[in-house]
């Protein structure tokens, strides 16, 4: 069966592409012949351009003197973003099956962009959240194809836990063409069953359908030999950077971070410029793993690290969802109070972890193949 996936797959964000390589690859392992539908719009891509050239003169000659010196200062200044953008870019074009660039709702209309499939499928990620999007977007619903063929959703994420009125009627008309609809998280259920007479299934995220082997011929091993804290912090943090502060000093363990400035006094490296191959790496390589990243959360389980989780501050929702599901609640913590006398009594029972998630992993699996089939 031939197969088109509409997700977010060009932000340089490393849950964001590996999520959708989970997904065509787990289709792949099935049987199918699977394809990332390319659309990339400046909604999602500019919040990660590294560049933009700025109109500060009324003279044009004067402006591109002045966006040159600018760009030369970039270059010379921002290095690691540049060599991340690279292989991101390398990672979505050759690494991830993707299909030509589609750069408009109108665009995926006028050339029949889901005409060769057999079937589309709506991805994870926050595809249903409008504030991510900046509005609600069709080509997320598969409206450009209006052929009748079958589509359903595999673990699409709202990101939030009320609908505006104006949302709700979106929903509303857009889910009828829906054969079958899974989403990522309870609310997302709560949300939807209302506005729908299809049931709505929660399922997990689509880099819990692989093994650790799928993840195993993408990584690049850690080129760190020594033991170190991986710290992957989304955003501003206070909280994280007062915990890993007060573990780092506690076990005397160096901290490998995201960040391209210096964030810890005891730090052994940075990754600013790593690549979604490199960051699988160094969580394998980590001795504990730091976070507030839901995915650098679910790859410290895949590959069996201890961890501590800072729960997002307004949806924390998928990740109390995992911790709870895996047996690992102890493991979200929220401030340096909670932190236990030593780390080391967080330590997860990875085969109860494994055996309670092998539940979850093969429902999943079961209702995609399911969707497929009827």
């Not at 340096?336 to 109860?352: F, Q």
Request: aromatic letters at 10%; charged letters at 25%.
């Amino acid at each position: 069966m031939k197969i088109g996936i509409m997700t977010i797959n060009s932000a340089y964000n490393y849950g964001c592409v590996l999520q959708a390589w989970s997904l065509q690859r787990f289709l792949e392992k099935e049987g199918h012949e699977a394809a990332i539908i390319n659309y990339r719009i400046p909604e999602i891509d500019n919040v990660y351009r590294l560049f933009q050239s700025r109109e500060r003169f009324k003279n044009t000659a004067l402006n591109t003197c002045y966006n040159g010196a600018r760009r030369l200062k970039f270059r010379l200044t921002q290095g690691p973003r540049i060599r991340k953008a690279q292989k991101f870019e390398h990672f979505i074009n050759e690494v991830m099956n993707t299909t030509k660039v589609y750069g408009s709702f109108r665009q995926l209309q006028e050339e029949r962009a889901g005409e060769e499939y057999d079937v589309l499928v709506t991805g994870s990620d926050q595809v249903w959240n409008g504030t991510i999007t900046k509005g609600m977007k069709p080509a997320y619903f598969l409206a450009f194809d209006t052929s009748g063929k079958k589509k359903l959703a595999y673990a699409a994420s709202i990101g939030k836990t009320e609908l505006m009125n104006a949302e709700r009627d979106f929903f509303r008309r857009h889910l009828r063409e829906y054969s079958s609809i899974g989403v990522r998280e309870q609310s997302a259920k709560q949300l939807l069953s209302p506005l729908t007479d299809r049931p709505v299934t929660v399922v997990l995220d689509p880099t819990l359908l692989l093994s650790r082997e799928d993840f195993d011929g993408l990584k690049q091993p850690s080129r760190y030999r020594k033991p170190y804290i991986f710290v992957h912090v989304i955003g501003k943090d206070a909280r994280l950077i007062k915990i890993v502060a007060q573990v780092s000093e506690q076990t005397g363990l160096p901290v490998v971070q995201n960040r391209m400035k210096k964030q810890f006094t005891n730090e052994l490296g940075r990754f600013a410029d790593a690549g979604p191959e490199e960051f699988l790496g160094l969580v394998e390589g980590a001795e504990l793993v730091i976070t507030n990243s839901f995915h650098a959360t679910v790859f410290s389980i895949v590959y069996e690290r201890n961890f501590i989780t800072i729960p997002h501050r307004r949806y924390p929702e998928r990740m109390e969802n995992l911790l709870c599901e895996a047996g690992l609640e102890n493991h979200l913590i929220a401030s340096t109070e909670e932190l236990p006398e030593s780390v080391s009594e967080l330590l997860p029972d990875y085969a109860a972890v494994k055996k309670r998630l092998a539940v979850r992993q093969e429902e999943s699996r079961a209702y995609l193949r399911e969707a497929l089939r009827s």
